[in-house]
């Protein structure tokens, strides 16, 4: 599990001895669904997900939230901070999640020593940057629909023995993950409901209708 993430990871394109290195003091970490692992302000913490899914979200003064990144296998989570020091954003675990925790002074050291390890690790801030920029600009122009469907398709993991396509988690948590509140979130979830798009059911959002769900997130960037 750990050797497949890595080669899913900012690690594969380094020689094995640089990534043993990187690696020297790393510990494995198993975290349960809802957990936080990062709060606002904290000191920097590293960490490759190896399985489960991770976000990363911004809290209003009051409490509103809005998901700025999320994580799966092979994504690394924490350099900002690294670099730019504590920031104002939590750290949630969407699905249990394993991860390998890194020690952020080895990397520190080392990418001052090794430019490609320095570099790479400055385009994964710059890929950071980038996803925020596209995450404002959907906040700022796209509509709660349009949020509410791309969350559903990128939460939504096959489950059962037909293979349901189900984003387990409550109309809150979705508000909570497209920068809404509750009411809207639930409106527009019960018209995708009417036209055949999802099925609420007790163990999460059923995706019935993917293609349909795609269209809208698409018509917007037009």
């Known amino acids: 599990m750990v050797e497949e993430a890595i080669q899913k990871s900012f690690l594969a394109e380094f020689p094995r001895e640089l990534q043993d ?6 510990l494995l970490a198993n975290y349960p669904a809802n957990s936080i692992i990062y709060r606002e302000y904290e ?10 899914l991770i976000r990363a979200y911004l809290t209003s003064k009051e409490g509103r939230q809005i998901t700025v990144k999320y994580g799966g296998s ?13 920031i104002p954003v939590c750290v949630q675990v969407v699905r249990d999640s394993t991860v390998l925790v890194i020690n952020p002074a080895v990397v520190e050291e080392l990418g001052k020593k090794e430019p490609r390890l320095g570099w790479r690790v400055a385009e994964e801030i710059g890929d950071d940057f980038c996803d925020l920029l596209i995450i404002l600009g959907e906040n700022v122009f796209d509509s709660v629909q349009v949020r509410t469907a791309r969350h559903l398709l990128y939460l939504a993991v096959p489950s059962g023995e037909n293979g349901e396509l189900v984003a387990t988690l409550t109309q809150r948590e979705l508000a909570d993950a497209v920068g809404s509140v509750r009411e809207v979130v639930s409106r527009i979830l019960h018209s995708f409901q009417s036209e055949g798009l999802i099925a609420i059911k007790p163990e999460g959002i059923v995706i019935l209708d993917i293609g349909r769900l795609k269209t809208i997130t698409r018509n917007s960037q037009r």
């Open 21 to 26: 290195m990187v690696l020297s003091d790393a």
């Open 43 to 52: 000191p920097a913490r590293i960490a490759i997900v190896l399985t489960g």
């Open 74 to 86: 092979g994504e690394l989570i924490g350099t900002p901070a690294l670099v730019g020091g504590p």
